[in-house]
Structure formats: structure tokens, C-alpha cells
């Protein structure tokens, strides 16, 4: 087909893809529209569950920082991370020192093997 | 056409939500027991849910503080009609050891409508799951009624 | 041997310029470092273009002489220190900046984005 | 006489001119100034495209500057390719026009963006400095010319990262990159020197004509390799490049990530056309499929811990440079053998190329859009920001579309070259794919974690005031977004009309020496 793009082992078609995602969000939103509407407006039934806490005015309150995002994964990975950070460690002479390293460790590969 | 209109063909599995409201833990670890391959209350579709907007039944263990009346109303109030309330522990139904204590409001039928008081302390999971079955009743009997007050206001509106 | 001393000495100011770069705390140094870098460049250009014996590449004034040195690279090394000189003004002009801001030269003291 | 054979030079010569031109017009009022701006830039826009058009019909284009033909003879009859020439084959156009769009979106976005800064002037200037210096880069056909033109661009460049020269931080960002761009630029000079002294020729055809590899051309090739790998962001020489990106203005940014393109144009070109067949069984395109790779995962493992807008944005840069290099570096791979280059090489050739465009259009639309939170918050730290998408709508769209592009998410532009990129290293080692899938997945994550820290979540009081960006912001990011949906909704006029050329012309080394040399060797 001409609008197939052939990768070899593959084939992407974008206007499929489009059509099933059209199939698809239709059948998500009618899933959606079937949620329950009789709840009591202007009772705690309205608000967002905060553990039963008042609901802070300001968003700040009850958001989640960038900071704290995939904290899990950061603590896990914690050895890795360090060495990884440690490696940017802001100072321009080691920028340079990289360079040269890896010219050094090229030419080595390059010219000796 | 909305889902709850099927739930008397096909009716929903029970959701249970869970608030300690001033307990020593020990009816908590008996529920965690429940939930536990042992008893796997699981597999009969009985599971915690992560808010109560999600709830059938508001499961409460221990007795009411002061600090956690106002937030076990609330709590309480956000779970969706039909609901059912249960208490876990002698705490909950009668504050035990800790009646008339200085900073209890009382036990949580001074606070909620209680529909199924579990004695124990703590309560074996036995005896939380014959609760949780009574419980089932008790939701089944105020769905109806829900139905019935419903379907009297659609009358009404119709006149 | 005595050839190729031209090639050594860039090596040997190449290298100079590099540790200059790579040891120094005082950014001005550093600066420096970066100037002896271009320095090496701009005379390896010019060893290359070098015949032996050979006269200024002007044809008016090249005279009896048959061999002339290579005018190409000395073109290019007029290029390469034009663009050295443009360099090293912004890279010390960045350096008055940096010490009003951090008041300091040590390198190891610039170093806010890091991580 | 055909004006079009003058395109590659008034590509060129229009931001040169124009950047000096622009005191002038600064005489006649801010609107004037505007006005030239982006009608320079449009007109860079309009050559680049019409270049592009002309390569595609009519085969390489070759513009010797002041002569008739590339080659001097002297009266001995001996003639040397000696003339500075300015060689566009299809990849150069390829690049020119993606390089042109992104000048233009900027140039659409800074009209608002700097406005509340002094000093506009030299900002226009150094901007359109910035333009014709990575352009030149692309369609330069000589060596030396190439550095001239690296250094044109890198100047310009340090001198837009360190402009808000109020701020210490942009000052330390344009003093790194510039110490550690100038230690390359000089290994660029030392490296067409050695080529020089070995053929007396700059002249790129030229070289590519006669070479063949000994002790002086692997030196050269190892240094050239090295400082442009440096200056397109590869992973252990990376350090200066989130840094940069952070400090620049959003504008740009944008223009920078062409600008890094140009170097990896640069290097690509060194390998395929210079160097191409001769490089025979060395460790070459290892090399660069390993750089690539490791730039992949720890560009964006870095990338997922970060919490300012556009230093995360900066990091992705360095792990999307590492698919284009995987790419390019199994196409190398495959480049002297015909039944492997059909199989698998071709395709990975196809995938990094493609990918070029595809990234320069979505980092752009990226770095244009964090500019624009900066624009309206005034901080760069994720942490302050939060339920912007209801104050924004537009740039909430056009981010979500850039994030879902980059992250590679079907149907979008950046699943198309991924796949392909996928397919193809697979051939080679199923390492290489699994790494490319796990960045994909980490690069996921980490817009998720922008988009649900800067644009969903509750409101904040302090963010009461916020407004959508004024509409000359919006038309520069609307540039790219109408881009990247071309390239996502016609992926296979895409590939056939832009990128299977640009591929064929790296692979054509032949092509390209006769391009130029034609009779004389």
C-alpha cells in the first residue's frame, strides 16, 4: 500500500494506528460517560477525598513537587546516581579532561588495534 | 443506559474501606489477616479500596478520638449511597478500656450509624468475614429502599 | 631529524597549552592555556606550508628563486588568528564578567550548575 | 541566466547581511526591527526550501565562490581544486531546510520573548550570526571553510548562552562551553592540517578522491570525530551542553539544537563522504554506536532526576543525539558490504536521518515551550510551577504533542525513525534495541513527570496572574507544530521525498567526488 512505511522486519501504517485509536477512544468514553451522576452537589460528596482533611484554598498544598517524583526509583538506583551526578560535578576543567580522555582512549583504539 | 440499572442482574462485588479512627492496630493486622492467603477473602471479590468515593462499606476499628470525629464524618459522608458501616473490635463498638476516657467522643456509634458491630479484641477473621457477610444483607436492604424512594419521587415528579 | 623539529615544537607547545588548561586554578592562566592551544595550531599550519629554501609567495617579488613556500596555509593561519583574536577578547571579557559575579579566578569555586 | 544556481550563496549571504543590517533598521523603531527580523529569517526559510526543491529535480549543486570552476590551473597545466566551493547534495539541502525552520520559529518566538530585555540589537545580530554559521556549516563543501564556519557559530553562540549577562549562571554556562569548544575547535584545525599536509587539498571531494588511510588520516579522522561528537552532545563530553541550553534564552535554544546538528552534519559528512569506504574493517563505527548508545541511557538517566524545565529538556538533547549516531553508526557498519547495507544498513541510514529532522522540529517545539512557561512564571524549577494547562491551552497542546513525539508514541513522528532506528540495530546486537527501547521508556517518564508537575495538578495563588503567551510566541511554536504533524500524518512522502535522498546521497560517496571534480582527477 502506499502509505505503509516498510521498515524490513515491519511495517508502520499511520492511518491504521489513527482509526483504532478513534475506535478506541470512542469505546473509552462511552465507558466513561456510564459513571455514576447521583451524587449530592455541595456536600463533602463534591470534594476531592484528603484523607478527610480540609481541602487546602491554595493548590500548593496538596501538590506533589517535581522533587518527589519517581522517588522510589531514585532510592533504588542511589548507588548508580551518585557515581552518575558525581561525574557532573560543575567543574569546567573536568569537562576538558573528559574531552581529552576520550580523544586519547579513540586514538588509542583507532591507531593501535 | 447507566451501569447501576445492571447491578440487579449483575450484582457488584463488595468494596471495603478502611479508617482507623483511634485503634491500637491489632484490628487493622486482623484485617490485613483477612485479606491474607489463609482466609483470602479476595476470592470471593471483597477487596480494600484506596478512597472512599470507591466504597460499599466504611470499615472503622477503634474508638473515636476528638481529633478524628469531624474527619471520620467526612470520610463517611463521601462514600457513595447505598452504604453500610461496619465496626471492627470491642473498642469500636463500646470503647473497652478506653470508655469514658477524656479525649474519646465515644464509641463510633456516637458518631456514625452502625450497621455491624464485630466484637473481639481483636476479632478473629472468621468473625470479621460472617460480619462483612451480614453486612451484605444489610447493603441489599437499602438498595432496595433507595429504589423504592426513587421510584416514589419519579411517581411524584410524574403527577 | 632536524626536519621535523618544527612538528616537535607544536607538539611539545600543544601539550604545554593542554596542561596549562588542565592544571591551572587561575582562569586568566587558563586563558592563557587556550591561547598557547591556538598558537600550536597556527604554527603547524605554517610548518606545513615551509619548503625548504623556499621564497615569500608573491610572484612579483619571488625573483629568481624557483621553489615558493605554500601560500595556502598561510592564508588559513591569517584565518585561524583573526578567529583567535575574536576568541580570546569574548574568553577574557567572559572572565571580567565571571569575577564580578563570583569574585573570584579559582575554577574550582565556579561550579553553581552542577547535577 | 538562471538566478537559482545562486541559491547556496544567497542562503548564506541574506542573515549575514541582514545580521548587520539590523542596527540599521533598529533606526526606524522597534516594529521595523521586528518586521526585518523575521522576514530575514523567512527569507533564509524561503532560499533554503527553494534549494532543497532545486537539489531534489536537478542533482548536487556546486557554487564556486569568484571563479567558474572549482580547479585553478596553472600555466604548467597542473590544476588544483583550490577554490572555496560551496557543495549542496541532498543531505545539505536536507539539513539546510530543517536547520532554516527552526531559525524561523525562533526568530517568530524571541520577537515577544526578549522584550523585556535590553540590548535587543545585539541579540538580532548575534541571532542571525548564529543562523548563517550553521548554515554554512551544512552546505559548506571544504574543510577549512567548515571551521570558519564552526567558529563563526560557536562564537555567536557562547555569546547568546552568557546574554542575559546579569545573571552569573549564564555566564558560567557560556564560559564552559566556550573552554571546552575552543580545545575541539583547535583539534578541527590541527586535523585539517594533517589532511592538508597529506594531499594539499581542503577541498572535501577533493580529499575524498585520494584518500586512503594511514597513521596521519586515522589521527585526523580520531580528532575531527572527537571535537564534533563533543559539540553534538556525546555522553562523557556532554557536561556543557545541559548547562548551556539552560542559561540560553528559549529562542535560542531552539536555534542551538540545529546548531548541534550542524556539528553532527559535520561529523556524519567526515565519515560517509571524506572518509566513506576507505575506513574499511577499522573500529570507527563501533565507536560511534557505542558513544551513541551510552549517550542514550545516561543522557536521559540523568535526564529523569532533574527537576528544572529546561535542564531535563537539555539532557533529553544528549540521549536523542545517541539514536541519530546509533543509527548512522550501523548504517556506517554496513556500509561496505551491499547485502547487509540492503538488509539492515540502508534502513538504520533512513532511521538516523529521519530522526535529525523529527528531533530538531520536537526539541525546538520543547525548548520553545519551556521558554514560554518561564515567560509566564518567571522560574525554571518544576517544583514552583503547577495546574497551568487551564491558564494555557495552546502551549499545554503543542508541549503534549512535542512530549508524545519525542517520547515516541504512535502515531507521531518520533515512533517512525525510533522504529526504524529499532529494526535496524536489532540486526547488529539486540542489545543495542533494548537500550534504545529502555531510554524510550525512561524518556516517557520523564515528560509524564513534566507535564504532571507543570501543567496538571491544582492551581496555585501565586500563579493567579497567568495569562497565555502573547500570539508571536505561539506562531513560533505553532511553526513547529504544524512540522511535526506533517512529518506524523505523511510519514511515507516524508521518507520518499526527503529522507530516502538525503541517505542516498551519504551512501553515493562517488556521486559526491564527481560532483565536484567531475573531469579534473
Same mark, same amino acid.
Given at each position: 500500500?502506499?502509505?505503509?512505511?516498510?521498515?524490513?522486519?515491519?511495517?508502520?501504517?499511520?492511518?491504521?494506528?489513527?482509526?483504532?485509536?478513534?475506535?478506541?477512544?470512542?469505546?473509552?468514553?462511552?465507558?466513561?460517560?456510564?459513571?455514576?451522576?447521583?451524587?449530592?452537589?455541595?456536600?463533602?460528596?463534591?470534594?476531592?477525598?484528603?484523607?478527610?482533611?480540609?481541602?487546602?484554598?491554595?493548590?500548593?498544598?496538596?501538590?506533589?513537587?517535581?522533587?518527589?517524583?519517581?522517588?522510589?526509583?531514585?532510592?533504588?538506583?542511589?548507588?548508580?546516581?551518585?557515581?552518575?551526578?558525581?561525574?557532573?560535578?560543575?567543574?569546567?576543567?573536568?569537562?576538558?579532561?573528559?574531552?581529552?580522555?576520550?580523544?586519547?582512549?579513540?586514538?588509542?583504539?583507532?591507531?593501535?588495534? | 443506559?447507566?451501569?447501576?440499572?445492571?447491578?440487579?442482574? $449483575?450484582?457488584?462485588?463488595?468494596?471495603?474501606?478502611?479508617?482507623?479512627?483511634?485503634?491500637?492496630?491489632?484490628?487493622?493486622?486482623?484485617?490485613?489477616?483477612?485479606?491474607?492467603?489463609?482466609?483470602?477473602?479476595?476470592?470471593?471479590?471483597?477487596?480494600?479500596?484506596?478512597?472512599?468515593?470507591?466504597?460499599?462499606?466504611?470499615?472503622?476499628?477503634?474508638?473515636?478520638?476528638?481529633?478524628?470525629?469531624?474527619?471520620?464524618?467526612?470520610? !463517611?459522608?463521601?462514600?457513595?449511597?447505598?452504604?453500610?458501616?461496619?465496626?471492627?473490635?470491642?473498642?469500636?463498638?463500646?470503647?473497652?478500656?478506653?470508655?469514658?476516657?477524656?479525649?474519646?467522643? /465515644?464509641?463510633?456509634?456516637?458518631?456514625?450509624?452502625?450497621?455491624?458491630?464485630?466484637?473481639?479484641?481483636?476479632?478473629?477473621?472468621?468473625?470479621?468475614?460472617?460480619?462483612?457477610?451480614?453486612?451484605?444483607?444489610?447493603?441489599?436492604?437499602?438498595?432496595?429502599?433507595?429504589?423504592?424512594?426513587?421510584?416514589?419521587?419519579?411517581?411524584?415528579?410524574?403527577? | 631529524?632536524?626536519?621535523?623539529?618544527?612538528?616537535?615544537?607544536?607538539?611539545?607547545?600543544?601539550?604545554?597549552?593542554?596542561?596549562?588548561?588542565?592544571?591551572?586554578?587561575?582562569?586568566?592562566?587558563?586563558?592563557?592555556?587556550?591561547?598557547?592551544?591556538?598558537?600550536?595550531?597556527?604554527?603547524?599550519?605554517?610548518?606545513? /606550508?615551509?619548503?625548504?629554501?623556499?621564497?615569500?609567495?608573491?610572484?612579483?617579488?619571488?625573483?629568481?628563486?624557483?621553489?615558493?613556500?605554500?601560500?595556502?596555509?598561510?592564508?588559513?593561519?591569517?584565518?585561524?588568528?583573526?578567529?583567535?583574536?575574536?576568541?580570546?577578547?569574548?574568553?577574557?571579557?567572559?572572565?571580567?564578567?565571571?569575577?564580578?559575579?563570583?569574585?573570584?579566578?579559582?575554577?574550582?569555586?565556579?561550579?553553581?550548575?552542577?547535577? | 541566466?538562471?538566478?537559482?544556481?545562486?541559491?547556496?550563496?544567497?542562503?548564506?549571504?541574506?542573515?549575514?547581511?541582514? *545580521?548587520?543590517?539590523?542596527?540599521?533598521?533598529?533606526?526606524?523603531?522597534?516594529?521595523?526591527?521586528?518586521?526585518?527580523?523575521?522576514?530575514?529569517?523567512?527569507?533564509?526559510?524561503?532560499?533554503?526550501?527553494?534549494?532543497?526543491?532545486?537539489?531534489?529535480?536537478?542533482?548536487?549543486?556546486?557554487?564556486?565562490?569568484?571563479? &567558474?570552476?572549482? *580547479?585553478?590551473?596553472?600555466?604548467?597545466?597542473?590544476?588544483?581544486?583550490?577554490?572555496?566551493?560551496?557543495?549542496?547534495?541532498?543531505?545539505?539541502?536536507?539539513?539546510?531546510?530543517?536547520?532554516?525552520? *527552526?531559525?524561523?520559529?525562533?526568530? $517568530?518566538?524571541?520577537?515577544?520573548?526578549?522584550?523585556?530585555?535590553?540590548?535587543?540589537?545585539?541579540?538580532?545580530?548575534?541571532?542571525?550570526?548564529?543562523?548563517?554559521?550553521?548554515?554554512?556549516?551544512?552546505?559548506?563543501?571544504?574543510?577549512?571553510?567548515?571551521?570558519?564556519?564552526? &567558529?563563526?557559530?560557536?562564537?555567536?553562540?557562547?555569546?547568546?548562552?552568557?546574554?542575559?549577562?546579569?545573571?552569573?549562571?549564564?555566564?558560567?554556562?557560556?564560559?564552559?562551553?566556550?573552554?571546552? #569548544?575552543?580545545?575541539?575547535?583547535?583539534?578541527?584545525?590541527?586535523?585539517?592540517?594533517?589532511?592538508?599536509?597529506?594531499?594539499?587539498?581542503?577541498?572535501?571531494?577533493?580529499?575524498?578522491?585520494?584518500?586512503?588511510?594511514?597513521?596521519?588520516?586515522?589521527?585526523?579522522?580520531?580528532?575531527?570525530?572527537?571535537?564534533?561528537?563533543?559539540?553534538?552532545?556525546?555522553?562523557?563530553?556532554?557536561?556543557?551542553?545541559?548547562?548551556? =541550553?539552560?542559561?540560553?534564552?528559549? /529562542?535560542?535554544?531552539?536555534?542551538?539544537?540545529?546548531?548541534?546538528?550542524? #556539528?553532527?552534519?559535520?561529523?556524519?559528512?567526515?565519515?560517509?563522504?571524506? !572518509?566513506?569506504?576507505?575506513?574499511?574493517?577499522?573500529?570507527?563505527?563501533?565507536?560511534?554506536?557505542?558513544?551513541?548508545?551510552?549517550?542514550? $541511557?545516561?543522557?536521559?538517566?540523568?535526564?529523569?532526576?532533574?527537576? &528544572?524545565?529546561?535542564?531535563?529538556?537539555?539532557?533529553?538533547?544528549? #540521549?536523542?543525539?545517541?539514536?541519530?549516531?546509533?543509527?548512522?553508526?550501523?548504517?556506517?557498519?554496513?556500509?561496505?558490504?551491499?547485502?547487509?547495507?540492503?538488509? =539492515?544498513?540502508?534502513?538504520?541510514?533512513?532511521?538516523?536521518? =529521519?530522526?535529525?529532522?523529527? !528531533?530538531?522540529?520536537?526539541?525546538?517545539?520543547?525548548?520553545?515551550?519551556?521558554?514560554?512557561?518561564?515567560?509566564?512564571? /518567571?522560574?525554571?524549577?518544576?517544583?514552583?510551577?503547577?495546574?497551568?494547562?487551564?491558564?494555557?491551552? $495552546?502551549?499545554?497542546?503543542?508541549?503534549?504533542?512535542?512530549?508524545?513525539?519525542?517520547?515516541?508514541?504512535?502515531?507521531?513522528?518520533?515512533?517512525?525513525?525510533?522504529?526504524?532506528?529499532?529494526?535496524?540495530?536489532?540486526?547488529?546486537?539486540?542489545?543495542?534495541?533494548?537500550?534504545?527501547?529502555?531510554?524510550?521508556?525512561?524518556?516517557?517518564?520523564?515528560?509524564?513527570?513534566?507535564?504532571?508537575?507543570?501543567?496538571?495538578?491544582?492551581?496555585?495563588?501565586?500563579?493567579?496572574?497567568?495569562?497565555?503567551?502573547?500570539?508571536?510566541?505561539?506562531?513560533?511554536?505553532?511553526?513547529?507544530?504544524?512540522?511535526?504533524?506533517?512529518?506524523?500524518?505523511?510519514?511515507?512522502?516524508?521518507?520518499?521525498?526527503?529522507? &530516502?535522498?538525503?541517505?542516498?546521497?551519504?551512501?553515493?560517496?562517488?556521486?559526491?567526488?564527481?560532483?565536484?571534480?567531475?573531469?579534473?582527477?
Amino acid at each position: 500500500m502506499w502509505y505503509k512505511v516498510m521498515t524490513g522486519f515491519g511495517y508502520w501504517d499511520v492511518y491504521a494506528w489513527l482509526i483504532f485509536l478513534a475506535i478506541a477512544s470512542f469505546f473509552t468514553l462511552w465507558l466513561r460517560g456510564l459513571g455514576r451522576d447521583d451524587y449530592k452537589e455541595g456536600t463533602y460528596q463534591d470534594e476531592i477525598y484528603f484523607s478527610g482533611n480540609d481541602v487546602p484554598e491554595d493548590g500548593e498544598g496538596i501538590t506533589v513537587p517535581a522533587d518527589s517524583a519517581y522517588w522510589g526509583f531514585k532510592k533504588a538506583l542511589a548507588p548508580y546516581y551518585k557515581v552518575l551526578v558525581s561525574m557532573h560535578s560543575g567543574h569546567v576543567i573536568d569537562y576538558v579532561g573528559y574531552l581529552v580522555l576520550v580523544t586519547g582512549i579513540i586514538t588509542a583504539l583507532i591507531v593501535l588495534v | 443506559m447507566k451501569i447501576e440499572k445492571y447491578l440487579d442482574i $449483575f450484582p457488584k462485588s463488595l468494596w471495603v474501606f478502611l479508617v482507623n479512627s483511634g485503634s491500637c492496630n491489632g484490628c487493622d493486622i486482623e484485617v490485613v489477616a483477612t485479606l491474607s492467603p489463609r482466609y483470602d477473602i479476595e476470592r470471593l471479590g471483597m477487596k480494600l479500596v484506596g478512597t472512599p468515593k470507591h466504597a460499599d462499606i466504611l470499615l472503622v476499628t477503634g474508638p473515636v478520638t476528638r481529633f478524628m470525629k469531624e474527619k471520620l464524618e467526612r470520610i !463517611y459522608a463521601q462514600v457513595p449511597d447505598p452504604k453500610a458501616v461496619m465496626v471492627i473490635g470491642n473498642c469500636g463498638c463500646s470503647s473497652n478500656v478506653f470508655y469514658k476516657s477524656y479525649n474519646l467522643v /465515644g464509641p463510633v456509634d456516637n458518631v456514625l450509624p452502625v450497621d455491624v458491630y464485630v466484637h473481639g479484641c481483636p476479632p478473629r477473621p472468621e468473625a470479621i468475614i460472617e460480619g462483612a457477610a451480614k453486612a451484605v444483607l444489610k447493603l441489599e436492604e437499602k438498595k432496595k429502599a433507595l429504589l423504592r424512594e426513587q421510584s416514589e419521587l419519579v411517581k411524584a415528579g410524574a403527577e | 631529524m632536524i626536519g621535523n623539529l618544527p612538528f616537535i615544537v607544536v607538539g611539545v607547545l600543544f601539550l604545554i597549552g593542554l596542561m596549562a588548561v588542565l592544571m591551572e586554578k587561575n582562569l586568566i592562566k587558563i586563558a592563557i592555556g587556550i591561547g598557547i592551544i591556538e598558537a600550536a595550531t597556527n604554527l603547524f599550519l605554517i610548518v606545513l /606550508g615551509y619548503r625548504t629554501g623556499g621564497s615569500i609567495p608573491v610572484y612579483t617579488f619571488a625573483g629568481e628563486v624557483k621553489t615558493m613556500v605554500l601560500p595556502t596555509p598561510q592564508a588559513l593561519t591569517l584565518t585561524a588568528i583573526v578567529i583567535a583574536l575574536a576568541t580570546s577578547a569574548f574568553m577574557l571579557s567572559l572572565i571580567i564578567l565571571l569575577y564580578r559575579h563570583y569574585g573570584t579566578l579559582n575554577v574550582d569555586e565556579i561550579r553553581r550548575l552542577r547535577g | 541566466m538562471n538566478w537559482q544556481i545562486h541559491l547556496p550563496a544567497l542562503i548564506l549571504a541574506v542573515p549575514l547581511l541582514g *545580521a548587520f543590517a539590523v542596527p540599521l533598521f533598529n533606526l526606524g523603531g522597534k516594529t521595523l526591527r521586528h518586521v526585518c527580523f523575521v522576514l530575514i529569517s523567512l527569507a533564509t526559510f524561503v532560499f533554503a526550501f527553494l534549494l532543497w526543491k532545486t537539489v531534489l529535480v536537478s542533482g548536487t549543486q556546486v557554487y564556486v565562490m569568484g571563479g &567558474e570552476t572549482s *580547479a585553478l590551473t596553472l600555466p604548467s597545466g597542473m590544476s588544483f581544486p583550490i577554490r572555496i566551493i560551496l557543495q549542496v547534495d541532498a543531505f545539505s539541502a536536507f539539513m539546510a531546510l530543517l536547520g532554516s525552520i *527552526a531559525s524561523l520559529a525562533g526568530a $517568530f518566538f524571541s520577537v515577544s520573548f526578549m522584550e523585556r530585555s535590553s540590548g535587543i540589537v545585539r541579540f538580532t545580530s548575534l541571532y542571525l550570526i548564529l543562523t548563517t554559521g550553521m548554515l554554512g556549516m551544512m552546505i559548506t563543501g571544504d574543510l577549512f571553510n567548515f571551521f570558519v564556519f564552526l &567558529e563563526i557559530a560557536s562564537i555567536a553562540s557562547f555569546g547568546l548562552v552568557a546574554f542575559w549577562r546579569d545573571r552569573p549562571e549564564a555566564i558560567e554556562a557560556g564560559f564552559k562551553y566556550m573552554l571546552v #569548544s575552543q580545545l575541539a575547535a583547535m583539534m578541527v584545525l590541527i586535523a585539517v592540517g594533517f589532511l592538508y599536509g597529506r594531499y594539499s587539498a581542503l577541498n572535501m571531494a577533493a580529499v575524498a578522491s585520494v584518500i586512503h588511510l594511514g597513521l596521519a588520516e586515522k589521527i585526523a579522522l580520531v580528532f575531527l570525530l572527537a571535537a564534533l561528537a563533543m559539540k553534538c552532545g556525546t555522553f562523557p563530553m556532554h557536561m556543557w551542553l545541559p548547562d548551556a =541550553y539552560a542559561e540560553a534564552p528559549a /529562542g535560542v535554544t531552539c536555534l542551538l539544537v540545529a546548531v548541534s546538528q550542524a #556539528s553532527l552534519y559535520g561529523l556524519i559528512r567526515v565519515c560517509y563522504s571524506v !572518509y566513506g569506504l576507505t575506513m574499511g574493517s577499522s573500529l570507527i563505527p563501533w565507536v560511534i554506536i557505542i558513544l551513541g548508545t551510552a549517550s542514550m $541511557f545516561f543522557g536521559v538517566s540523568m535526564a529523569v532526576i532533574q527537576h &528544572e524545565i529546561k535542564r531535563l529538556i537539555g539532557y533529553h538533547s544528549i #540521549s536523542q543525539v545517541g539514536y541519530m549516531l546509533l543509527g548512522l553508526g550501523v548504517g556506517l557498519l554496513a556500509l561496505g558490504d551491499p547485502q547487509a547495507l540492503a538488509d =539492515y544498513g540502508f534502513t538504520a541510514m533512513k532511521g538516523g536521518v =529521519y530522526h535529525i529532522f523529527n !528531533y530538531t522540529m520536537y526539541k525546538g517545539l520543547l525548548f520553545l515551550a519551556a521558554g514560554a512557561l518561564y515567560y509566564v512564571t /518567571g522560574t525554571k524549577d518544576l517544583n514552583e510551577m503547577g495546574g497551568l494547562a487551564r491558564r494555557m491551552p $495552546f502551549t499545554t497542546i503543542m508541549f503534549a504533542i512535542a512530549a508524545a513525539a519525542i517520547s515516541g508514541l504512535p502515531p507521531f513522528n518520533g515512533f517512525v525513525s525510533k522504529l526504524l532506528i529499532y529494526h535496524s540495530s536489532f540486526a547488529v546486537h539486540p542489545f543495542f534495541a533494548v537500550a534504545a527501547l529502555v531510554t524510550s521508556v525512561l524518556t516517557l517518564a520523564s515528560f509524564v513527570k513534566i507535564f504532571q508537575t507543570a501543567f496538571l495538578g491544582p492551581e496555585k495563588k501565586k500563579l493567579e496572574e497567568v495569562r497565555e503567551v502573547p500570539s508571536s510566541m505561539l506562531i513560533g511554536m505553532g511553526v513547529l507544530t504544524v512540522t511535526i504533524l506533517v512529518l506524523t500524518l505523511f510519514p511515507t512522502w516524508t521518507l520518499s521525498n526527503l529522507v &530516502e535522498p538525503a541517505a542516498k546521497a551519504l551512501v553515493d560517496q562517488a556521486g559526491y567526488i564527481a560532483a565536484v571534480m567531475g573531469g579534473v582527477f
